[in-house]
């Protein structure tokens, strides 16, 4: 599988990003996706995952209420709608493909990464 991340950019704290990962593979109806964000000096976080169906999505906590993701089976796309930018969510921010057929935060879990895109909120 090969994901490839795009979307970022520079925007202003309340603004917005929406983030695509593009997958290939003929299976990507059947994986559960899910977003991690790493910051400068930090480590890698979870953000945001989705289950294959779209029908089951999950959040960390400091993003609910701003971010959305969802999937497109037909397109083999997965997206996450970043709105309400604050400057603590400037990150490299990774798609992923989690290995198992269940929600998950733990990074451990997700056996294909894309490559990443750069978010950056000014304030």
């Known amino acids: 599988v090969q994901l490839q991340a795009y979307g970022g950019g520079l925007v202003q704290a309340g603004g917005f990003l929406r983030l695509s990962c593009a997958a290939s593979?003929?299976?990507?109806?059947?994986?559960?996706m899910g977003w991690f964000r790493q910051a400068p000096g930090k480590e890698r976080e979870f953000v945001s995952a989705?289950?294959?169906?779209?029908?089951?999505?999950r959040y960390t906590d400091s993003v609910k209420g701003r971010f959305t993701i969802s999937r497109d089976n037909v397109k083999n796309t997965v997206y996450l709608q970043m709105n309400f930018l604050e400057p603590e969510d400037t990150a490299v921010y990774y798609c992923?493909?989690?290995?198992?057929?269940?929600?998950?935060?733990?990074?451990?879990?997700?056996?294909?990464w894309g490559q990443g895109t750069l978010v950056t909120v000014s304030s």
């Open positions: 992923a493909v989690s290995s198992i057929v269940a929600i998950t935060t733990a990074a451990r879990y997700y056996a294909y």
């Open positions: 593979g003929r299976t990507f109806s059947s994986y559960f």
């Open positions: 989705i289950s294959a169906s779209g029908v089951i999505t």
